[in-house]
Each structure stands twice: as C-alpha cells, then as structure tokens.
C-alpha cells in the first residue's frame, strides 16, 4: 500500500510563514502530479498548488506560496510566505502514484490525513 503523511503545519500570525511537507511511502514506483489542496471551515476542498509536468497555483496564493519536490526522497513541499487568515485551513497532500505488484501495474490516487494551519490576526 501506499501512505502520504503531511506535516508542518502549526500555529502563526499573519505575515508570517510555513513550510508543509508530504512524504510518500509504500509501494512506490513511480510519482506522477501531486498536489496540495485545502479546507476550511464549512467550505469545499480547494485546490492550492500542482506540481507534476507543469506548476499551477490557485490565484489566491501566486507570488506567496511555492510547492516543490524532491522526487529522491517522494517528498512533496509547500513553502507559504505572506500567510493570511483566510489561508486557515486544513491542507491536506494528494498524488498519483503507480504502483507494481508482480506482474501489475496499477496508478491510484491517494489523500494524506491533512495538517492544520492557523493564521491568527
């Protein structure tokens, strides 16, 4: 099976900055997109950030988020600068992940739990 675990999240005012990351693990064989989206409180999951072929942004957070990865370690980042109150929520990871099982290859997307961010006024 495989496994995306996020973490970095926390507590910070705005103006300031955090650094998520999702580590993939299991039954890797290959990483295809991953992706960062969001949740807030009493609102629909967003897109935050792409990564995979090409980069996409969601308006709300060009020039003050920057997702990247580091495809030795199948470790996805989402570095967020300028952070503001309406960027509360919980972000969670999301990839496209192949897989091999003996003679099988398969590709399944995959969620992480998610991690909180909180910016306080």
Do not use: H
Not at 8 to 35: D, F, H, T
Not at 73 to 100: Q, R
């Amino acid at each position: 099976q495989v496994q995306l675990v996020e973490s970095g999240g926390g507590l910070v005012q705005a103006g300031g900055s955090l650094r998520l990351s999702c580590v993939a693990s299991g039954r890797i064989g290959s990483i295809n997109r991953m992706g960062w989206y969001r949740q807030a409180p009493g609102k629909q999951r967003d897109l935050v950030a792409t990564s995979g072929g090409t980069t996409t942004y969601a308006d709300s957070v060009k020039g003050r988020f920057t997702i990247s990865r580091d495809n030795a370690k199948n470790t996805l980042y989402l570095l967020m600068d300028s952070l503001k109150p309406e960027d509360t929520a919980v972000y969670s990871c999301n990839a496209d992940i192949t897989s091999y099982t003996g003679s099988s290859v398969y590709t399944r997307n995959y969620w992480g739990q998610g991690t909180q961010v909180t910016v306080s006024s």
